[in-house]
Each structure stands twice: as structure tokens, then as C-alpha cells.
């Protein structure tokens, strides 16, 4: 008895002692997540849904894009403290499928008109040169943005030509280095050209080309969150304000709201987190005006302040590769036609990369990025082959499509505060811009932010005021 007693002891000891065992394994780990519950420490014995953003941030980045990713980057730069100021960056589009940075031809020029551009585009041209001197990560490769310094040509004909003078003595003015070439001199420089129609031409001779564009976004990302910057995939549904009335010298009283919370709804989920808040910076480029109708901004009045809808839509471009042996080659620049048409060469095996923007009157269909392959047909190839004659045999081997953030108003980007939400700041509308100004642009904000307004360059023209003032500045070099 004693035998088959002790035996039956033994069976459910064998039995029991590792589930004991394992208990009290879950019991110190539990009391070592209760230790670490005190005050001070970030645990919580609720279990959050794997990528959250955080309940709270100083700065709220609506849109992940490059614009976004710098901004981040350069509040961290001026914060100087790494917890000293909490930034949060908000990306509804995880795979950067669809971002207008990765889907554009990667250019960057100091050929424009206005000086706030020219500035813009010389600053993140500097910054780009001496790119590892400012987002090299410790233990992690050194960036390489492919940069090619192979410049941009503008060809004006004979009633165009003045403008592009009057451009010329811009630039040389503000700082680009570029060149004015006569027809003469410009097929002297570029035999393959067909000079027909060309009265002048504008090269730019330094700090102008082309670069990788996701190169340029993972490295501001890379460094930004190294720096503490807390990324998060969501979409951004609403926000929670506190509103106050206030009266205008014309007697106009405006609903004025400052943002408590941003709404941020999980990719695939309709779980939404709140964040509490100081500041918000609308960076969510072709979807930036609908960011600003959730806070009412253009639903109000049509004579009001709030009736001025922020001017900033999709507008989808085309990008064409072409494979020609016997193309122009290796020096061949960013070449833009007055006809519309631009080219530039992508890689050494023979392709080139072309495009153009369509007529206001054929803007295609937004609701999908599918490529128009007869708008090559149409209205590309005939424009391309009767500039450069070797693209009369080609073939196109591959394609795709990108969203400007398109400012209907006057085609340049929007920087600044808006009345109605006075802790809200837009970094938007730069109508095909936007990647080559970031750097700069992210400077620019972040000094409105942390320092009250602009030190390095001053944006006062591109300031949001102008557009509920209705004084437009245009830009002619769009592209």
C-alpha cells in the first residue's frame, strides 16, 4: 500500500511541478513588470495594439513625406535636448506607395523666377552636398543620394525669350550659377539637338541635376528617429478643438479653434487613438486641403475668411522610361522644351526618363494612379522626337504616376499659420517642388515653430495670408 501510495505522489508531483514551475516564472516576471510600473516608468499592464502613436506630443507632423520628415528633423536639430521636445509624424500610407516623394523624377533646379524659390532650392542644394554632415547615423551606412550634377537646360523661343532674361538676372542675383547660351553656342554644345524654334537657352552650372528621391526621405526619417522623433502609420480622421469667437475690424466674427487632440485612426482597423497636442503642422502634400476642411477651413461663407478653402488638390502626372541606344547619351542635362516636354537620362543603359504636365482643360482622372499611355502617344513622343530626333525610335519600358500637391492659387508652396487655427502651420502647395525644397522648407518651419518666425530665409511671400488676400505671386518656371 505504502508502494503504490508514495507511487501515486510521485505521478502527480512529475505532473504538477512544472506547471508550478512555470507559474512562478509568471509571477516574477509579473513582479518585475510591477516594479517596473512605478513612477517613471513607461509600462503599462494593459496591453496597447502594436503601433499606437503616444497618448501625448509637443508636435503633430500630418503626412510622412520628405516635407514632413524634415521638419521633424530640423525641431529635433534646434531642440537640441533629445526628450526636450516630443515629435510625432503621422504617415497613413506605410508603404510610401502612393507619396508623391518616391513617385517623383527626383530634380532639383535653382532656375525659377521668384527668389524665395531660387533661395529654397540653393539652400537644400548645399544641404544635399554635404548630406552625410548632417543625417550620418552612428553604425549605420553612409548616406548616397546618387546625386547627379548634370544640371538643368530651358530652351525659350523667340517670344519667350524675354522672360527667361529677366529670370537670368534673378538668379545671378540671388546666388545660382547658371548660363544664358545662344543657339549657336547650344548646338555647339549639344549636336544632337534639333535648334529649330530655340532663340535662347538657360543652363544651370552648378548645384542643379538630379538625386535617388527615397534615398533623400529614408535618410531624414533614418535620422529623425534616431534623434527620438516617434513615427506612426495612421490616417488622421479629426481633431478635438477649443473654440472662441473673435470679431474682425469689418465687424466679420470668426469661429477661431486651437487643436487639443488629432485623431489617428490604426491602417486597416477603425481603432483610433487621440493625441494630445500643442501644435499641428499640416505636411500631407495633394491631401493637405482635405486635412484642412475637417477643421472647417473654406466651409464657412463664401465672402468670409473661413469660406477660403485651402488651394491644394491632386493633380496626377505621368513619368515615362524610354530605352534609346542611340539617345543623346552622358551629357545629356535636365533638358525642359518650351513645348512643355522634359527629359533627362536615367542610369547609363540607354534610358531616359520624359513627361509633361497636360493642359488645364485635361487634368486626368485622381482616383487611381493608372498611366495614360496614349498621353504619351498624343502629346509627349511627336514633342520629344522633334527636339531631340534619335527619340524618333524608341520604346517605352516602363511607367508610372504621382500626385502633385497642386496649389490651384498660384502654383507655390503655402508656408505658415492660419487665423482661424492659430496652432496649426501648413507646409503644403509646392505644385511639383516640394522634394527639392524640403530641406529648406523644413528649416523654415521649424524656426516658426521653436523661434517666432524666419532666420535663415525669409518666406513672408509664401505665407498663407496672401491666398485669403487673393494677391497671387506667380511663378513662370513650372514644370
Same mark, same amino acid.
Given at each position: 500500500? #505504502?508502494f503504490?501510495?508514495? @507511487?501515486?505522489?510521485?505521478? $502527480?508531483?512529475? !505532473?504538477f =511541478?512544472?506547471?508550478?514551475?512555470? +507559474? ?14 512605478m513612477?517613471g ?10 503601433g499606437?502613436?503616444?497618448e ?21 536639430m534646434k531642440a537640441?535636448?533629445r ?15 502612393? #507619396?508623391?516623394?518616391?513617385? @517623383?523624377?527626383?530634380?532639383i $533646379?535653382?532656375? !525659377?523666377? =521668384?527668389?524665395?524659390?531660387?533661395? +529654397? ?6 544641404f544635399m ?22 544640371g538643368y ?8 525669350a ?18 544664358l ?18 532663340a ?9 541635376g ?6 533623400l +526621405? ?6 529623425a ?10 490616417e488622421?480622421t ?14 466679420e466674427?470668426l469661429?477661431v ?24 503642422v ?10 484642412a476642411s ?21 493633380r ?5 522610361v ?7 547619351g ?7 522644351d518650351?513645348?512643355?516636354v522634359?527629359?533627362r ?45 534619335a527619340?524618333?525610335?524608341?520604346k ?10 497642386y ?16 496652432n ?15 530641406p529648406?522648407?523644413g ?18 511671400a ?6 485669403l ?5 506667380l511663378?513662370?518656371n513650372?514644370?
Amino acid at each position: 500500500f #505504502a508502494f503504490g501510495y508514495n @507511487s501515486v505522489i510521485t505521478k $502527480r508531483n512529475k !505532473f504538477f =511541478l512544472p506547471v508550478f514551475r512555470d +507559474l512562478d516564472a509568471q509571477l516574477r516576471a509579473f513582479r518585475d513588470k510591477a516594479a517596473a510600473a512605478m513612477p517613471g516608468s513607461d509600462w503599462s499592464p494593459i496591453e496597447l495594439t502594436p503601433g499606437l502613436p503616444p497618448e501625448r506630443a509637443d508636435v503633430v507632423i500630418v503626412g510622412g513625406g520628405v516635407v514632413g520628415w524634415s521638419i521633424a528633423y530640423w525641431l529635433k536639430m534646434k531642440a537640441r535636448v533629445r526628450d526636450g521636445l516630443r515629435v510625432l509624424v503621422v504617415e497613413k500610407d506605410p508603404t510610401y506607395s502612393q #507619396a508623391s516623394t518616391v513617385l @517623383s523624377c527626383g530634380g532639383i $533646379r535653382q532656375q !525659377f523666377s =521668384l527668389k524665395e524659390n531660387i533661395m +529654397l532650392s540653393l539652400f537644400s542644394a548645399h544641404f544635399m552636398k554635404n548630406i552625410n554632415n548632417h543625417l550620418c547615423v552612428v553604425n549605420e551606412d553612409p548616406v548616397d543620394l546618387q546625386f547627379n550634377h548634370s544640371g538643368y537646360l530651358f530652351l525659350a523661343s523667340e517670344k519667350s525669350a524675354h522672360i527667361m532674361e529677366e529670370n537670368y538676372r534673378t538668379q545671378r542675383y540671388v546666388g545660382a550659377k547658371v548660363a544664358l547660351l545662344s543657339p549657336s553656342q547650344l548646338k555647339e554644345r549639344f549636336p544632337w539637338m534639333n535648334m529649330e524654334g530655340v532663340a535662347l537657352a538657360s543652363l544651370g552650372l552648378e548645384n542643379e541635376g538630379w538625386f535617388d528621391p527615397w534615398s533623400l +526621405l529614408n535618410a531624414l526619417r533614418r535620422k529623425a528617429v534616431s534623434m527620438g522623433v516617434y513615427q506612426c502609420f495612421g490616417e488622421v480622421t479629426g481633431f478635438k478643438c477649443a473654440a472662441n469667437l473673435a470679431e474682425t475690424t469689418d465687424g466679420e466674427v470668426l469661429n477661431v479653434q486651437r487643436i487639443k487632440y488629432v485623431n489617428v485612426r490604426m491602417p486597416n482597423s477603425l481603432e483610433y487613438q487621440p493625441v494630445e497636442c500643442a501644435v499641428v503642422v499640416n505636411a500631407a502634400g495633394a491631401n493637405s486641403g482635405k486635412i484642412a476642411s475637417m477643421l472647417g477651413i473654406g466651409l464657412g461663407p463664401k465672402e468670409s475668411v473661413s469660406g477660403v478653402p485651402l488651394p491644394v488638390e491632386p493633380r496626377k502626372r505621368f513619368v515615362y522610361v524610354v530605352h534609346c541606344p542611340d539617345g543623346p547619351g552622358l551629357d545629356t542635362p535636365f533638358l525642359i522644351d518650351y513645348s512643355g516636354v522634359y527629359c533627362r537620362r536615367e542610369g547609363l543603359g540607354g534610358n531616359y526618363i520624359t513627361g509633361m504636365s497636360p493642359e488645364e482643360t485635361e487634368e486626368p482622372d485622381i482616383s487611381n494612379l493608372d498611366v495614360d499611355h496614349e498621353f504619351f502617344q498624343e502629346k509627349v513622343w511627336h514633342r520629344l522626337a522633334h527636339r531631340i530626333p534619335a527619340f524618333e525610335q524608341l520604346k517605352v519600358s516602363n511607367a508610372w504616376a504621382g500626385f502633385y500637391d497642386y496649389n490651384t492659387f498660384d502654383q507655390n508652396g503655402i508656408i505658415g499659420l492660419h487665423p482661424l487655427v492659430p496652432n496649426m502651420y501648413f507646409a503644403t502647395g509646392f505644385s511639383g517642388h516640394g522634394l527639392q525644397q524640403s530641406p529648406a522648407v523644413g528649416l523654415a518651419v521649424a524656426e516658426l515653430i521653436l523661434d517666432g518666425g524666419y532666420k535663415t530665409i525669409d518666406l513672408s511671400a509664401l505665407d498663407l495670408k496672401r491666398i485669403l488676400l487673393q494677391e497671387p505671386i506667380l511663378e513662370s518656371n513650372i514644370v
